[in-house]
């Protein structure tokens, strides 16, 4: 493998070409990376039909004691469901309560992670036209082990009250529960319940540990909300932006079809562009184009969807003058996001009207905001697109010998016209079980190409990145969690040896091996701006499962850098190709750093099979 690193011959890489793909899919936003424990806050699970799906929520009591059902009372005028709960019981007289009281429970999604010495706030919104005395408790998954408690005691709520608590927690448990109980006799309303740990990632709202593995993949961009997501089975049941800003307590929430489940839109439009902040990453808004996967509004009549996307575009970049840079800076975000890239639908390319639906967009949006980026949905490798674009998307989802051989797919694109976005990429199938090496190897492999191509292919993302272990529709992913617990599949530790690329530069290289050969290696160098020192990067897949002594000859490098400053060589590999991760064993496949002894300009390394 020649390596010439003089600069005549490198080539810069793009400073975006390796970020992240967030999807609300496998519940890794409600349940996942957004913070909020409560599931089904609003009761509104079912939308606006009464009597409404409460789902989680749960009784404690039974019918002799209390009555609970929902109506259409709440305060908040898009989400007008709330829960009347009618306590028949009381603390004396002929019907006494049960020890503890009656009421309802939230178990979250799939328990909430409740741990000592940390602080929860609940918010709720209560009336009631008599006094009340409500316990709200963090308990053990079956309500007998109170982790903390405060009393909400109240004369006149007889118009809607927001209450608020701070339960610190004196034990820990990751299956705990919200309970919401009383003892006394009479009607109470509850609507908007959340509870939320004091400790998020910078107070946003972000899951910590969670958002740690994604700052640790360093990436330059974070395109969301999907995928599918955005685009529904069906339009009304899209990802529409406008419901998912503002206080959360005013947010509708949404069904979102293709992955079947209820969300609260807690994590909504300005909270992803908040998280692009958070992570240093550009964000990139993939937005409805009037296109589902089984409706569609023809482009004569698509003006409101593309007002809708153009104030989406005001809201984030707008002044705090403006109609929607204003209610950004309401919510606390008085500057404006960088909203440099959007993507105009999800694999709709082939839908009939996704051609003159798309051009409405471009125009409009390049004519408002000439600096911003337009992805097509529609593959630009193969042939030219027949349309603007300063991006065209390419997803490959396959498994692990055509993925591998993909390292070469860019190779022989046109080098001109707009550039590729490989924004998602995975082995699929028996290959990737939930995870293996195998899947992560051939991923790697990609990647080189794509590291090799990057004067064509400027951005590139890993497809799922979330799975919450209790809700896997999505097999497989970067990162598994559950409420307490989280690991890196292969494919995840697998990106680490990428963070390091984007902006670097690439040197060019030679490998001498047969055609055939299930080899592929790339060289680059970056800079460090904690030392201000070059470093140069080579890595090499060996795909097959024979040894390879690979002999490196790296050209220009000033004599004696080797041993000045040493080497490290890191490996991922694992004795089984199938191998994965688990919450038993996290780190069964991993990056192994070591010294590299005989590093030099001339050296030879043994690359094990796999
Ligand atoms: O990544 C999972 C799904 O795969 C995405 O929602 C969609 O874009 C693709 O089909």
Same mark, same amino acid.
């Given at each position: 493998?020649?390596?010439?690193?003089?600069?005549?011959?490198?080539?810069?890489?793009?400073?975006?070409?390796?970020?992240?793909?967030?999807?609300?899919?496998n519940h890794a936003g409600a349940g996942g990376l957004w913070a909020e424990l409560v599931n089904n806050r609003g009761f509104e699970a079912g939308g606006q039909n009464t009597p409404s799906n409460i789902d989680p929520w749960s009784i404690i009591g039974d019918g002799s004691s209390l009555i609970v059902a929902t109506d259409r009372s709440s305060c908040f005028d898009r989400n007008k469901i709330a829960l009347r709960m009618e306590v028949l019981c009381d603390g004396q007289g002929t019907n006494v309560c049960p020890v503890g009281g009656v009421g309802i429970y939230n178990p979250g999604f799939w328990g909430m992670n409740i741990e000592q010495g940390k602080t929860y706030?609940?918010?709720?919104?209560?009336?009631?036209?008599?006094?009340?005395?409500?316990?709200?408790?963090?308990?053990?998954?079956?309500?007998?082990?109170?982790?903390?408690?405060?009393?909400?005691i109240a004369a006149d709520i007889s118009t809607w009250t927001k209450a608020e608590v701070l339960l610190e927690a004196k034990e820990t448990n990751h299956n705990a529960r919200l309970?919401?109980?009383?003892?006394?006799?009479?009607?109470?309303?509850?609507?908007?319940?959340?509870?939320?740990?004091?400790?998020?990632?910078?107070?946003?709202?972000?899951?910590?540990?969670?958002?740690?593995?994604?700052?640790?993949?360093?990436?330059?961009?974070?395109?969301?909300?999907?995928?599918?997501?955005?685009?529904?089975?069906?339009?009304?049941?899209?990802?529409?932006?406008?419901?998912?800003?503002?206080?959360?307590?005013?947010?509708?929430?949404?069904?979102?079809?293709?992955?079947?489940?209820?969300?609260?839109?807690?994590?909504?439009?300005?909270?992803?562009?908040?998280?692009?902040?958070?992570?240093?990453?550009?964000?990139?808004?993939?937005?409805?184009?009037?296109?589902?996967?089984?409706?569609?509004?023809?482009?004569?009549?698509?003006?409101?969807?593309?007002?809708?996307?153009?104030?989406?575009?005001?809201?984030?970049r707008g002044d705090s003058n403006s109609t929607w840079g204003s209610v950004r800076a309401a919510m606390g975000h008085p500057e404006p996001f960088h909203l440099r890239y959007v993507a105009v639908g999800n694999e709709d390319c082939g839908k009939k009207n996704y051609r003159g639906n798309y051009l409405k967009f471009y125009y409009a949006i390049k004519q408002a905001y000439p600096d911003i980026k337009i992805i097509s949905n529609c593959d630009g490798s193969t042939r030219?697109?027949?349309?603007?674009?300063?991006?065209?998307?390419?997803?490959?989802?396959?498994?692990?010998?055509?993925?591998?051989?993909?390292?070469?797919?860019?190779?022989?694109?046109?080098?001109?016209?707009?550039?590729?976005?490989?924004?998602?990429?995975?082995?699929?199938?028996?290959?990737? /079980? !939930?995870? $293996?090496?195998?899947?992560?190897?051939?991923?790697?492999?990609?990647?080189? &190409?794509?590291?090799? #191509? +990057?004067?064509?292919?400027?951005?590139?993302?890993?497809?799922?990145?979330?799975?919450?272990?209790?809700?896997?529709?999505?097999?497989?992913?970067?990162?598994?969690?559950?409420?307490f617990?989280?690991? /890196? !599949?292969? $494919?995840?530790?697998?990106?680490?040896?990428?963070?390091?690329?984007?902006? &670097?530069?690439?040197? #060019? +290289?030679?490998?001498?091996?047969?055609?055939?050969?299930?080899?592929?290696?790339?060289?680059?160098?970056?800079?460090?701006?904690?030392?201000?020192?070059?470093?140069?990067?080579?890595?090499?897949?060996?795909?097959?499962?024979?040894?390879?002594?690979?002999?490196v000859s790296i050209d220009g490098v000033e004599p004696n850098s080797f041993q000045s400053y040493g080497s490290t060589k890191k490996v991922l590999t694992s004795s089984n190709l199938m191998d994965e991760n688990s919450f038993k064993e996290p780190n069964k496949v991993v990056p192994v750093e070591s010294q590299l002894e005989d590093a030099g300009e001339d050296m030879e390394v043994i690359l094990s099979p796999h």
């Open positions: 493998f020649f390596v010439n690193s003089s600069e005549a011959s490198a080539r810069k890489i793009p400073e975006t070409l390796f970020g992240i793909f967030f999807e609300e899919i706030k609940v918010v709720l919104y209560v009336r009631s036209l008599q006094s009340v005395n409500i316990s709200v408790s963090l308990t053990g998954s079956n309500g007998f082990q109170t982790l903390a408690t405060a009393n909400i309970q919401l109980t009383t003892s006394k006799k009479g009607v109470i309303w509850f609507d908007q319940v959340s509870a939320m740990p004091l400790d998020t990632y910078k107070g946003h709202g972000f899951r910590n540990d969670l958002v740690g593995m994604l700052r640790d993949l360093k990436p330059q961009f974070i395109r969301f909300p999907g995928g599918c997501f955005v685009e529904g089975e069906w339009l009304r049941n899209a990802f529409r932006w406008k419901e998912t800003i503002g206080p959360w307590e005013e947010r509708p929430g949404h069904f979102g079809d293709v992955w079947k489940y209820w969300t609260d839109d807690g994590l909504g439009y300005f909270e992803f562009l908040q998280l692009a902040e958070d992570l240093g990453s550009s964000p990139v808004w993939v937005f409805n184009n009037g296109i589902s996967h089984n409706d569609q509004v023809a482009s004569a009549i698509i003006a409101p969807f593309l007002q809708e996307i153009l104030d989406s575009i005001e809201f984030s030219q697109l027949d349309h603007p674009a300063d991006y065209y998307d390419y997803h490959i989802y396959s498994d692990a010998s055509t993925v591998f051989s993909l390292a070469r797919k860019f190779d022989h694109t046109s080098r001109s016209g707009p550039k590729a976005f490989v924004s998602e990429y995975a082995v699929t199938g028996k290959d990737a /079980g !939930t995870g $293996s090496l195998l899947a992560a190897l051939a991923e790697a492999g990609f990647l080189i &190409g794509v590291e090799r #191509n +990057s004067d064509v292919v400027e951005m590139a993302s890993y497809a799922p990145l979330f799975v919450n272990a209790n809700n896997r529709q999505w097999n497989p992913d970067a990162i598994v969690f559950n409420s617990q989280l690991y /890196g !599949t292969p $494919s995840y530790w697998m990106q680490h040896f990428f963070t390091e690329s984007s902006g &670097g530069t690439l040197f #060019n +290289s030679t490998l001498q091996a047969n055609s055939s050969s299930s080899l592929v290696a790339s060289a680059i160098s970056w800079q460090n701006l904690e030392d201000n020192k070059n470093y140069i990067r080579i890595k090499a897949v060996n795909f097959g499962s024979n040894t390879v002594n690979l002999k």
